[in-house]
Structures are given as structure tokens and as C-alpha cells.
């Protein structure tokens, strides 16, 4: 049973701060990683992919993935307001690139 | 450019009535399609899943089927809905060699 786990929070954090989300996963065959940030009643929208160990950057975000830990973590600095949200990871495996996702953080940031 | 299309918004729905929820990919071609449910406050859960027309697999067994009658085409129907079908239903796609999928605006269906 492939999982992935993630501490639903909430997570608060204020205005301009770091706000740094965590998730582990089973499956040691993913082969990449994903954040996706939901707010409420929408769907989800990627923020960042990861498939090396290491760090990736992309503005305000940091992707963090260490496969032998099976631990993959997102960094948002700065936080703001507009940041507020449910956070998703996810992990690819199979044929299909089938994404499995925890079931979520939510992220209050405030202002 | 890419889009994806999944209709209707909201659907109310009474029990042992039957589902239909059509989502269209446009801008592309032979993308894998993925159907989702996300049950209030959980996770998403895989339904379905495929790679070609015609081509379904199922990951979780249920009362719900789906199929692809063209390249760029999936629904996911039922024949008769549970109160434990109610949720929100996600299309997404990702072409190949793509990473990370688009979803669908979603489909909250109610069951009453």
C-alpha cells in the first residue's frame, strides 16, 4: 500500500515568516515529488516538482528531497496572506505516473 | 495551449440515480487522464486511470466505472449512487514526458 503522510495542521505562521511543510512517503520506487497548494472549494494547482536529491528553488518556494529518508519537504519564504491554504504532496510511481497525495497541511498565514 | 474542461460545477443527486461527469482535454494529444475523488476535509483518492482510449484501470473497487471513448475524452459514470459516492470529483492530464498533472476545476457531487 503506497502512502504518503503528512501532518494536517493547521500550521499558522506570521505575515513574512518561514513556513515550512513536511512529508514522508512509503513507496521507495517514486520516482518524483510534488506540492500542490488547494484553497478552499477549488482544485489543486502545482506549485513545484522535485525528483533529485537536493534542494530545487523557484521564487518563494523550496523543495527539499531526501530519498533515503523518504522525506520531501516545501519552504515558502515570506510568507503572505494569499499563501493560506492547503498544502498537498505527492508522489509519482507506475507505468502511469499515478500520483499518490497525503492528505494535507492547511497553512494560515497571518497578516 | 492546454485546457481541460469537466462539467457540470455542482450536482445534487438522490440516491440510486445514475452519474454522468464528462471532462474534455483540448491543446493536446494522448495525455493520460486521471479521475480523483476528494471526500470533505481528506485527501484525493485514485479512481481511475488511463493511457489510451480505451485503456481503463481501476484502483479502487466501487460502484463507479469510467471509460474513453475518444483520445481526449473521459467520464466516469454510475449506475445507481450511494450516499458514500457524495465528494469532489477531479479530472486531471498530464502529457508525456510532462511532469506534475493539470486538474479540472472539479465536480462537487452531492448525494441526498
Known amino acids: 500500500q503506497k502512502e504518503v503522510e503528512q501532518n494536517s495542521g493547521p500550521l499558522s505562521v506570521p505575515e513574512g515568516a518561514i513556513a515550512s511543510l513536511n512529508c514522508t512517503y512509503s513507496?521507495?520506487?517514486?520516482?518524483?515529488f510534488f506540492w500542490y497548494r488547494q484553497y478552499s472549494g477549488k482544485s489543486p494547482e502545482l506549485i513545484m516538482f522535485?525528483?533529485?536529491?537536493g534542494d530545487k528553488e523557484d521564487g518563494r518556494f523550496t523543495a527539499q528531497l531526501n530519498k533515503a529518508s523518504q522525506y520531501v519537504s516545501l519552504l515558502i519564504r515570506d510568507s503572505q496572506p494569499s499563501d493560506s491554504a492547503t498544502y498537498l504532496c505527492?508522489?509519482?510511481?507506475?507505468?502511469?505516473?499515478?500520483?499518490?497525495f497525503g492528505s494535507g497541511t492547511q497553512l494560515t498565514v497571518l497578516p | 495551449s492546454q485546457t481541460i474542461h469537466q462539467w457540470p460545477a455542482t450536482l445534487v443527486q438522490p440516491v440510486g440515480s445514475p452519474l454522468s461527469l464528462e471532462c474534455t482535454v483540448e491543446?493536446?494529444?494522448?495525455?493520460?487522464l486521471y479521475w480523483y475523488r476528494q471526500a470533505a476535509g481528506r485527501g484525493l483518492q485514485l479512481l481511475f486511470y488511463s493511457i489510451g482510449i480505451d485503456q481503463i484501470s481501476s484502483e479502487v473497487p466501487q460502484n463507479l466505472s469510467a471509460s474513453r471513448p475518444q483520445d481526449r475524452q473521459f467520464i466516469l459514470s454510475s449506475k445507481k449512487l450511494l450516499l458514500s459516492d457524495s465528494g469532489f470529483y477531479l479530472c486531471?492530464?498530464?502529457?508525456?514526458?510532462?511532469?506534475?498533472?493539470?486538474f479540472g476545476s472539479g465536480t462537487r457531487l452531492t448525494v441526498v
Open positions: 522535485i525528483y533529485s536529491n
Open positions: 513507496d521507495r520506487g517514486s520516482q518524483s
Open positions: 505527492a508522489a509519482a510511481s507506475g507505468s502511469a505516473r499515478q500520483l499518490t
Open positions: 486531471a492530464w498530464i502529457s508525456a514526458g510532462g511532469y506534475g498533472y493539470t
Open positions: 491543446g493536446t494529444s494522448n495525455p493520460n
